[in-house]
């Protein structure tokens, strides 16, 4: 294979950076170039809710000089991504325009599970051990500016992923008007967190004991010099080893930290919160292994870009995790698993039928099995009122992986499933949908419809489904020797809808049995 180049920038809360990495030769991957530039472009934002004209002025040049850089390796493709400061910032679309036409460059702001997801494809992109600690209970701990999201494995499962409101530079900027001393900082920190876990415990860990924990971001592998293996980038310290460095580091002040670990002083601000928050999660998860990666997003980023063009092979399923996500969801909610599984092979059998008609592809699929799932899960709250209330326990909830439009996408779906459906006009005067998203919902929608029909009573009556696509009819045999007449009835009732999306007339035909 001719050697290809990947340039991948993210600018980020306190750091802007680009990593170049070539594909071809012996390796798969391997980074070739990495420049980072400190910016506190976080703090902006924490101060004054948006980032500055001289910090945007600042970032295009920064831009500029990586646009050069890029010029220089002949890449092949790049993405430019921003994180939270961005996503945070209320003049968000001006700066987005106005940096986007002073360098030419379009820049992606990922919702917070896109960044997550992003990190945590990192992990597995730069470490072979990732598949083995993920088998016992670990936990993924990505430390940000503003914040820290939690992701719990068990047997390589996604378990659940929460964001905690609590992160490195807001935590420092927050409490510093209070503090006395850096022991009087640690304890601060140490309540303030210690709460959040407490209730994460209770309603996520249970009795499960976290052996392993992954910690991305805080740049503490940058403490762990004695510990590092060169041909390894990631770094197992075990509980004794980081209570050492911590007990050391967590008195120490910036500039200190800067000269006892030669660090640059623009690294050494998130340290001492990360430390405090890593032996916190250590002491409350029950961990006994804490994992620092070298890696930084833009890793994930090259991984991502590297499997779409099938340059690497996907080394762990992601979008397996993204429905385990859904599915602890709807458990939490106390969904019925027994219908939620009939539904699911019903309606990704007539997604499969219907291909050359609806157009979507496997992005489209996974949304529509997502929705499956979470269809049923506002009766927790109201059984009067289900869809609305399931359309904002969705809205609320982060899934990782996917972004805030098809999180939308999916709420809506299952909002119309069994409320009145609205038209576009209607619907894009209280939203942001745009005219292709919310196509994609009424497909989906008038699938979920039909289907949840084929299981009326949650009894599964249906069996031995089968879908062929005929022209523009839709034949969905059942074989059943059970009285199908609700299922029946309301599939018919759904049919009109369904034909007026796909212009395709569903027929239902019972099959009984010999």
């Known amino acids: ?22 594909w071809g030769g012996k390796k798969a991957m391997r980074e070739v170039e990495r420049i980072s530039v400190r910016m506190t472009l976080g703090l902006d934002v924490y101060k004054n809710g948006r980032i500055s004209s001289a910090h945007i002025e600042e970032l295009c040049q920064v831009l500029r000089d990586f646009i050069q850089v890029m010029e220089s390796y002949r890449v092949d493709a790049h993405k430019v991504c921003a994180t939270s400061a961005f996503r945070e910032s209320r003049n968000l679309p001006i700066i987005q325009d106005y940096i986007e036409k002073q360098t030419g460059l379009k820049i992606d702001v990922l919702s917070n599970s896109e960044q997550r997801f992003v990190d945590y494809k990192s992990i597995a992109s730069v470490s072979a051990e990732f598949e083995k600690i993920i088998q016992s209970p670990a ?12 992701s719990l494995f068990d047997k390589d499962k996604l378990i659940t992923t929460q964001n905690i409101r609590i992160g490195s530079v807001t935590t420092r900027e927050r409490l510093a008007p209070y503090v006395k001393n850096s022991e009087h900082f640690e304890e601060l920190v140490t309540d303030l967190l210690g709460h959040e876990l407490s209730g994460f415990g209770k309603l996520y860990q249970k009795d499960r004991q976290i052996r392993n924990l992954i910690v991305i971001g805080g740049n503490l592998l940058e403490l762990m010099g004695p510990y590092r293996l060169q041909d390894k980038r990631i770094t197992a310290v075990t509980k004794k080893q980081f209570q050492s460095v911590y007990e050391f580091v967590v008195g120490l002040s910036q500039d200190q930290i800067s000269e006892q670990y030669n660090i640059s002083f623009d690294l050494t601000g998130p340290i001492v919160p990360s430390a405090i928050f890593s032996r916190c999660l250590m002491e409350n998860l029950g961990a006994e292994t804490i994992w620092l990666p070298d890696y930084s997003l833009c890793d994930g980023l090259a991984y991502d870009y590297g499997v779409k063009n099938r340059y690497l092979k996907n080394c762990h399923n992601f979008e397996e995790d993204i429905i385990a996500a859904a599915r602890s969801i709807a458990k939490r909610y106390k969904c019925s698993q027994a219908h939620i599984k009939n539904l699911e092979e019903l309606a990704l059998l007539v997604f499969d039928r219907m291909k050359k008609v609806h157009g979507m592809g496997k992005r489209e699929r996974l949304l529509l099995q997502i929705s499956v799932i979470l269809h049923n899960c506002g009766k927790f709250i109201s059984l009067e009122d289900v869809s609305e209330c399931a359309f904002n326990i969705i809205m609320a909830t982060e899934i990782i992986g996917l972004s805030h439009a098809e999180r939308e996408m999916i709420a809506y779906t299952v909002k119309f499933n069994t409320s009145p459906f609205e038209y576009y006009d209607d619907l894009s005067a209280k939203t942001g949908i745009t005219r292709s998203q919310y196509m994609i919902v009424a497909k989906l929608t008038a699938i979920l419809r039909m289907v949840n029909a084929l299981d009326r009573t949650h009894h599964q009556k249906c069996k031995n489904v089968t879908a062929v696509l005929k022209e523009r009819t839709l034949k969905i ?38």
């Open 1 to 22: 294979m001719a050697i290809k180049y990947f340039a991948a920038i993210c600018i980020g809360s306190t750091v802007t950076e680009m990593k170049i990495f070539e």
């Open 139 to 150: 936990a993924i701990v990505d430390i940000g500016g503003s914040s820290m999201q939690i």
């Open 477 to 514: 045999t059942v074989t059943s020797q059970e009285d199908l007449t609700l299922e029946a009835g309301t599939f018919n009732e759904k049919a009109e809808f369904f034909e007026e999306i796909f212009n395709v007339h569903p027929v239902f035909k019972q099959r009984k049995q010999i």
